[in-house]
């Protein structure tokens, strides 16, 4: 089973700053099959990215992904009051689904 | 544009059967894979299991000998079982629509606590 690890487990940063965001596999993985969420407190996660580095509908341009092998990168460009959130980083592959336990981006 | 509501009992006792649906609109469950997907208060997102309604399910290894998932085509609705619960059952419990690999749409998400 596929383990993915997210640092740091809290980001505290200021609007307007850029954020960066690791989650690493255990073991290599397909770009493919990488996605990252947003989840703000009470509501259901949000999709942001997938594939690795391919926004979802209505994802804004700040937001980007990139990354292969087992490091793989969300990159928040310029930070918006909305943008602060937990995000997650998931895999499938071999019939399994996995989840990094989530970093934290809070306002500093 | 699909959605996705869970519903259920909030509060389950220990040793019974947890037992959730989501209903969808807006697409049929014919057309796609969908996930059950569970959060325990203040910790991070687990993945139960999945189906597609051609008869494929999937679960979650550790979870397997308790879970079953199912779907009704003419409700339109997925189905989620969880036997013989514990504490570590309680959690906000999701159902959220594949596409390829990933969660694309997802439902608000029901707690459901188990305690006596």
């Known amino acids: 089973e596929i383990v993915l690890t997210q640092s740091p487990g809290t980001l505290s940063l200021s609007p307007g700053e850029r954020a960066t965001l690791s989650c690493r596999a255990s073991?290599?993985?397909?770009?493919?099959?990488l996605a990252w969420y947003q989840q703000k407190p009470g509501q259901a996660p949000r999709l942001v990215i997938y594939?690795?580095?391919s926004r979802a509908t209505g994802i804004p341009d700040r937001f980007s992904g990139s990354g292969s092998g087992t490091d793989f990168t969300l990159t928040i460009s310029r930070l918006e009051p909305e943008d602060f959130a937990v995000y997650y980083c998931?895999?499938?592959?071999?019939?399994?689904?996995?989840f990094g336990q989530g970093t934290k981006v809070d306002i500093k | 544009q699909v959605q996705l509501q869970e519903s259920g009992p909030g509060l389950v006792k220990p040793s019974e059967t947890l037992s959730l649906t989501c209903t969808v609109s807006?697409?049929?469950?014919?057309?796609?894979?969908w996930s059950w997907i569970r959060q325990p208060p203040g910790k991070g997102l687990e993945w139960i299991g999945d189906?597609?309604?051609?008869?494929?399910?999937n679960y979650k290894p550790s979870l397997k000998t308790r879970v079953t998932i199912s779907g009704d085509t003419s409700k339109n609705q997925i189905s989620l079982k969880l036997t013989s619960v514990t504490a570590a059952d309680t959690a906000v419990y999701y159902c959220?629509?594949?596409?390829?690999?990933?969660?694309?749409?997802w439902g608000q998400g029901t707690l459901v606590t188990v305690s006596s």
């Open positions: 959220s629509r594949v596409h390829i690999a990933e969660f694309d749409t």
């Open positions: 807006g697409d049929s469950i014919r057309n796609y894979f």
């Open positions: 189906i597609f309604i051609s008869g494929h399910t």
């Open positions: 073991q290599s993985v397909s770009s493919s099959n």
């Open positions: 594939s690795a580095s």
């Open positions: 998931q895999h499938y592959g071999s019939s399994l689904w996995t």
